[in-house]
């Protein structure tokens, strides 16, 4: 059984990085790893993609043709179902246990098209995912901001259909009473309406939508737990890959492997 670790989430919020780091801390407890970059434009990665979508398709060839940067990599992800076949393939050379996959910054690719998933699915096959959520560490400290993060969050679990682990990134940057004090509470209900009223940033009409959108978010039970990631913290990125195994595991025949040495 292969199970695939997809991370997701705001642009610049660290997916790359992550992505690096999930699969050498999961390598190191000795399971076999293979990593997937689906970013078509990336320019420079942190790490060595084993399989790499850029062999595939070319957003420079696409914007030489006359498309923009924008259309030019949404023509390139959807182009990818075209070679769903031999990227599969090339994971099966690994014999992973486990694949971890790196998206775009675009995050619509995934939260509001249709070309991302279905790539993305036809890649996985009847295999187990799941998602983790980036959620960069800017957002937390604007109540609406926030709020706007995690409607995207909800769009990217809709549209992947698959079991979401919503963590923010580059927590290293918050304040300790932050990340002991709010972070922890996110899921609580009410307190993303606590937090919007504390917040005087923003009021009138848009403030009062994004009241309606927090108690929608809360009512549905999506938000649940939210971790914290920071690749500056081994820590952090230990309990990221465990919860993402434990997530895996679930009723299936996944191999176990001691992530959090407990």
């Known amino acids: 059984m292969i199970g695939y670790i997809i991370v997701t989430g705001t642009a610049g919020a660290g997916k790359s990085s992550l992505v690096g780091a999930l699969a050498d801390r999961i390598t ?3 399971a076999n790893v293979a990593t997937l970059n689906l970013d078509p434009a990336a320019e420079k990665l942190p790490y060595d ?3 790499d979508a850029r062999d595939y398709v070319s957003v420079a060839e696409l914007m030489d043709k006359g498309l923009g940067p924008n259309g030019a990599l949404v023509a390139a ?3 990818l179902i075209n070679h769903v076949l031999d990227i599969r393939e090339e994971i099966d050379y690994y014999s992973p246990d486990y694949v971890v996959v790196d998206t775009p910054g675009q995050l619509e690719l995934f939260a509001y098209r249709v070309g991302g998933p279905l790539v993305l699915r036809g890649i996985m096959g009847d295999y187990n995912g799941v998602n983790i959520f980036l959620i960069d560490s800017i957002f937390i400290d604007n109540a609406i901001s926030l709020v706007s993060a995690l409607l995207l969050a909800s769009s990217v679990a809709v549209r992947l259909g698959l079991p979401q682990v919503n963590a923010v990134s580059k927590a290293d940057m918050l304040l ?6 709010v972070i922890p509470r996110l899921g609580e209900p009410g307190f993303l309406e ?8 923003y009021e009138g009409a848009g ?5 309606e959108l927090a108690r929608a978010i809360e009512t549905t039970g999506f938000i649940g737990e939210v971790l914290q990631a920071s690749v500056l913290e081994p820590e952090t990125v230990t309990l990221l890959a465990a919860k993402a195994q434990q997530i895996l595991a679930g009723g299936d025949d996944y191999k176990i492997y001691d992530i959090t040495g407990q």
Not at 194 to 201: A, C, I, M, R, V
Not at 207 to 211: F, G, I, N, V
């Open 77 to 79: 992800v959807d182009s």
């Open 207 to 211: 403030k009062a939508l994004a009241e």
């Open 28 to 30: 190191s407890l000795g």
């Open 176 to 181: 300790p009473e932050v990340r002991e004090e």
């Open 49 to 51: 993609p084993s399989v």
């Open 194 to 201: 606590f937090l919007l009223e504390k917040d005087k940033t």
